[in-house]
């Protein structure tokens, strides 16, 4: 079947867009296709410094012929809806069929000739395709990310003819801007086409050039005894910024490395788009960069390689300025700069997220294990460097470089300057600890803090483990999920500016894959109670904070059950607002737990059944929908889930018409059935059993003492009948039914449990 060749020919598209552009290009022109009836068997673009390319393979030469039947109004309708439809159709009243009194009319229309809806649908997508930014050129009205120079269309090898804005299809394409024949390059097909492309050094597939840069990259490293720094982001774009890419190994000064790698790294990939290289016998870089050129130099890359070494040593001079100055300014001088600086308009400055950040680190710190004064003097310098001129040119390393001149500083904050920001602890006095200094070790784990407290930053980044670390990242994440939903900034759809989401998440893996056995409402009531003293004294009435102070003396209560005391005005401002809002934030964590698990494996609806018991130790949430998920896969499981349908089903029609009875199931009675007097001793066992595996977090003992339910409640309700004429005998079976489900309940809500 014949083949579509179709080539947009520009001026020189940004890397970023490459990919981005072949995707709609292939959802745009497949769309439109579709919608005229058209299949085929394959189709494949492709994107690059100067083209945009797509071929469909096995495209019919016309559009089939088609026929739609229309529903009108019914027979009995007025004469005006009847005249409507026909002026739609454009059919008469005899035409018309009718069916169940219903008037159909049946609407057909030839094929088209493929290349007049190829011409059509080019015109379309160009027209209103959806670059990120574009331009005009010239005098024509067509806008595009950079001049079009030519449209090569082919339908079974020959020419689509149509224009846009002046420009003409044709089969003519170009070959590389310096390294090609120079002539205008005819294609034929496909084949043809890639062909002639790769004679004029043009490799039209990106992850052609991947491979290209990579091997010639990892050949000219290894020729030197070095190795590649592998990144991935920076081959990516490099690949789109060649068309016959070239690695040319070169040489910088040494004394560069002096620096800290991560700004040699940045500023290679940001400035220049080098690859670092590193010598596999030793720590750190190797003093040599990788570029990638778009041309095969006839004196192998030397004269390149010089030039593009003076380049990179003034841009690292700039940043070795950088780098000297921000030492001789330290972290007092930029903290104090911190309060000129606005985190939020309704959260505070800078500054003031510190102190909350700092507050919250060491309530959390004995929680993780780490010592308080650490976590809070590194929560006090962790946003210090972003006034530092490094993290000023290089905004992606903040954290990084305070933790470099946490170590170098020699101006390093004491425990004395740390008590000074916070009122002294209890029996400490002059020349006692708070007046001591920070040895080696803790200033590491201060620095190690400073460094890695926005970790994780997504799903594939590393969680830190260190205690001090994780009491900091936790507090600074807390921080800002807190502020925000207090500001009714919430996630909404798909909108979430502020990387809330992330926020949760990165709490919820500090905590599951460091085993941080700490109850939700506690450390977020304790960020609540850090915002609510600084918004009292500038943003909100006294009495507001009282509030506050309500929740911190009474947890997470109703409002009714709170004393009516001077310090909790309900009628004013009531506490359930600020109740509601760290109600909506465990919610928010329960979404991106379940999100979490999910995309691990496990089922949702395990989640919820667990999430239901108001637990809120994420670690022991996890653990229970583990053994949960274990269990359900079991017959014995899957046989007592529905067991536990049944019972509740049974006692949720009772309860439409009353109050169930509740208390001790009896025994013995009178013609007392053999299976009901076995399910309520298996029931007493199950429950003693159950309740002591779950005081040790035994949750796979938990499950096997519910599977010891499974044969007795099965024979229970294939023997005796449930609502029994008897008055007395259907109450205590109703007891015994209840019972059963308030036991299994101890586990996990079963009722939201499918299946």
């Known amino acids: 079947m014949p083949q579509l060749l179709l080539e947009i020919f520009s001026e020189e598209i940004p890397a970023r867009m490459q990919q981005g552009a072949a995707r709609d290009l292939d959802r745009m022109v497949s769309d439109r296709l579709k919608a005229a009836g058209l299949t085929w068997d394959a189709l494949t673009t492709y994107a690059g410094p100067r083209r945009l390319t797509l071929v469909i393979d096995g495209l019919p030469a016309a559009t089939p012929d088609r026929e739609e039947e229309v529903k009108g109004p019914r027979a009995s309708a007025p004469e005006q809806a009847l005249e409507g439809f026909l002026r739609k159709t454009g059919l008469t009243r005899d035409q018309l069929t009718e069916r169940d009194g219903v008037l159909f009319a049946v609407l057909s229309s030839k094929g088209r000739a493929t290349t007049d809806l190829v011409a059509e649908t080019v015109d379309q997508v160009i027209r209103t395709f959806p670059w990120p930014k574009s331009m005009r050129w010239g005098s024509g009205t067509l806008r595009w990310v950079r001049p079009i120079k030519r449209i090569l269309c082919l339908f079974d090898g020959k020419v689509v003819p149509f224009e846009i804005d002046g420009i003409q299809s044709d089969a003519i394409t170009e070959g590389h801007r310096f390294m090609g024949s120079g002539q205008l390059l005819k294609a034929s097909d496909f084949v043809d086409y890639r062909t002639q492309l790769e004679q004029n050094f043009v490799l039209l597939d990106v992850a052609d050039r991947k491979l290209r840069i990579l091997d010639q990259a990892k050949a000219a490293c290894a020729a030197k005894g070095l190795v590649l720094v592998d990144d991935d982001g920076l081959l990516d774009e490099v690949a789109g910024l060649a068309e016959w890419p070239t690695p040319i190994l070169g040489d910088m000064d040494p004394q560069f490395l002096a620096l800290p790698p991560e700004v040699v790294r940045l500023s290679m990939k940001v400035h220049q788009k080098y690859f670092a290289v590193r010598d596999p016998s030793k720590d750190g870089l190797a003093p040599n960069f990788l570029v990638v050129a778009n041309v095969e130099a006839t004196d192998g890359g030397k004269a390149l390689a010089a030039g593009n070494s003076r380049v990179l040593s003034a841009r690292l001079n700039d940043a070795r300025f950088f780098w000297d100055e921000d030492q001789k300014v330290g972290f007092a001088a930029w903290n104090a700069k911190l309060s000129g600086v606005t985190f939020h308009a309704k959260l505070g400055t800078l500054a003031e997220r510190v102190e909350r950040i700092a507050a919250l680190a060491r309530e959390i710190a004995p929680l993780v294990g780490a010592d308080a004064d650490e976590a809070e003097m590194a929560a006090r310098l962790s946003k210090a460097d972003l006034l530092s001129g490094m993290v000023s040119e290089f905004p992606e390393l903040q954290g990084i470089m305070g933790g470099y001149y946490a170590r170098t500083a020699t101006n390093f904050p004491t425990r004395a300057s740390l008590r000074s920001a916070v009122p002294p602890h209890k029996g400490e006095g002059p020349g006692g600890e708070a007046d001591r200094g920070w040895g080696r070790d803790q200033r590491d784990r201060i620095a190690d803090a400073v460094r890695d407290h926005y970790k994780p930053q997504g799903p594939a980044d590393t969680v830190p483990t260190a205690p001090v670390t994780v009491a900091v990242a936790l507090a600074d994440k807390l921080d800002t999920l807190v502020g925000f939903f207090a500001i009714d900034e919430k996630p909404t759809g798909s909108k979430d500016p502020f990387a809330l989401r992330r926020a949760a998440l990165g709490v919820i893996r500090l905590v599951l894959e460091n085993g941080v056995r700490i109850a939700q409402r506690d450390v977020v009531a304790a960020a609540h109670i850090a915002l609510a003293s600084q918004i009292s004294a500038?943003?909100?009435?006294?009495?507001?904070?009282?509030?506050?102070?309500?929740?911190?003396?009474?947890?997470?209560?109703?409002?009714?059950?709170?004393?009516?005391?001077?310090?909790?005005?309900?009628?004013?401002?009531?506490?359930?607002?600020?109740?509601?809002?760290?109600?909506?934030?465990?919610?928010?964590?329960?979404?991106?737990?379940?999100?979490?698990?999910?995309?691990?494996?496990?089922?949702?609806?395990?989640?919820?059944?667990?999430?239901?018991?108001?637990?809120?130790?994420?670690?022991?949430?996890?653990?229970?929908?583990?053994?949960?998920?274990?269990?359900?896969?079991?017959?014995?499981?899957?046989?007592?889930?529905?067991?536990?349908?049944?019972?509740?089903?049974?006692?949720?029609?009772?309860?439409?018409?009353?109050?169930?009875?509740?208390?001790?199931?009896?025994?013995?009675?009178?013609?007392?059935?053999?299976?009901?007097?076995?399910?309520?001793?298996?029931?007493?066992?199950?429950?003693?059993?159950?309740?002591?595996?779950?005081?040790?977090?035994?949750?796979?003992?938990?499950?096997?003492?519910?599977?010891?339910?499974?044969?007795?409640?099965?024979?229970?309700?294939?023997?005796?009948?449930?609502?029994?004429?008897?008055?007395?005998?259907?109450?205590?079976?109703?007891?015994?039914?209840?019972?059963?489900?308030?036991?299994?309940?101890?586990?996990?809500?079963?009722?939201?449990?499918?299946?």
């Open 538 to 755: 500038k943003r909100l009435e006294d009495d507001r904070w009282d509030r506050y102070q309500a929740i911190k003396q009474h947890g997470l209560v109703d409002p009714g059950t709170m004393p009516q005391d001077s310090t909790i005005r309900v009628g004013v401002d009531p506490i359930e607002e600020r109740l509601a809002d760290i109600r909506d934030l465990l919610a928010f964590f329960a979404d991106r737990l379940t999100v979490l698990l999910r995309d691990q494996g496990q089922r949702h609806d395990l989640v919820a059944a667990v999430f239901a018991l108001g637990d809120d130790d994420l670690v022991r949430i996890v653990r229970r929908v583990e053994a949960l998920a274990a269990f359900l896969a079991t017959d014995d499981g899957a046989n007592l889930l529905a067991g536990y349908k049944r019972a509740s089903n049974i006692l949720r029609a009772e309860e439409k018409k009353g109050p169930v009875p509740t208390g001790m199931v009896q025994t013995g009675l009178p013609n007392q059935p053999e299976p009901e007097t076995v399910l309520a001793f298996a029931v007493a066992a199950a429950r003693t059993a159950v309740e002591t595996a779950l005081e040790t977090e035994d949750f796979a003992a938990a499950m096997t003492a519910l599977a010891g339910l499974r044969t007795p409640v099965d024979v229970f309700f294939e023997a005796v009948l449930v609502n029994s004429d008897i008055p007395a005998e259907r109450d205590n079976r109703l007891k015994l039914l209840g019972q059963v489900r308030d036991v299994m309940g101890q586990v996990a809500d079963f009722g939201q449990i499918a299946g």
